[in-house]
């Protein structure tokens, strides 16, 4: 593993993934006005052996899918990452680069769809596709104690790489729903440029979803 803790394995797609055609293309045609960009499915971030696991919707133009590293270079990446140093889920500073040095303790960061969606909306079919991954990845990771969703769409995949019922297990800002094996299953409105400039997510409810999440699983 490399010091920026970029996860490459079993539970991540190639970096030549093609199991979405639209998506993959899509990528290709990036390389073209973006060649420095890293265009490819984004690896999974963060401490081996967490207690957390992220789980964001899927790579922002010019945020993961430029840096290669998820919520690195936008918006939610800035609210995010400050919000995981609050609470002692990280070490170093965050400087939206992925060389920055920034590490993460007893987190992981990862997006239900790995690679950039045009228009930022993946397609049913291509969740359906990159669920694997995370279903694969929840099962490895043993040590986790607490996923926590950002946004509907992650949530939804989420449930379902549980093999669980959305109906049973509904989306819901600041939701909390017990898993089995003392896992617990947080949920909150995406930290999007979006949703905190309309008010839909204030800092203060972000931070208090990583405050119970703390107290549960705390790194």
Not at 133 to 157: C, V
């Amino acid at each position: 593993m490399t010091t920026r803790q970029l996860i490459r394995r079993h539970y991540e797609p190639p970096p030549d993934c093609d199991r979405c055609p639209r998506l993959h293309g899509f990528l290709q045609d990036l390389k073209t006005g973006y060649p420095d960009y890293h265009n490819a499915p984004v690896p999974s971030f963060g401490d081996p052996d967490p207690k957390l696991l992220i789980v964001g919707l899927a790579p922002g133009l010019h945020g993961a899918n430029r840096t290669g590293r998820p919520f690195t270079g936008d918006w939610a990446g800035d609210l995010l990452y400050g919000t995981l140093n609050k609470f002692g889920f990280s070490e170093g500073t965050y400087d939206a680069r992925a060389d920055d040095g920034l590490r993460l303790k007893g987190a992981m960061i990862t997006n239900a769809v790995r690679c950039l969606p045009p228009a930022n909306t993946p397609l049913g079919a291509e969740c359906t596709n990159c669920r694997q991954f995370l279903k694969q990845q929840i099962r490895a990771l043993t040590s986790i104690k607490a996923i926590l969703t950002l946004g509907g769409i992650s949530h939804d995949n989420t449930v379902k790489a549980l093999d669980l019922k959305l109906k049973n297990y509904p989306f819901g800002h600041h939701k909390i729903h017990e898993l089995q094996n003392d896992r617990r299953l947080y949920s909150s409105y995406h930290c999007s440029r979006y949703n905190t400039n309309t008010g839909r997510l204030t800092t203060d409810m972000f931070e208090a979803v990583f405050a119970d999440i703390r107290a549960y699983a705390a790194p």
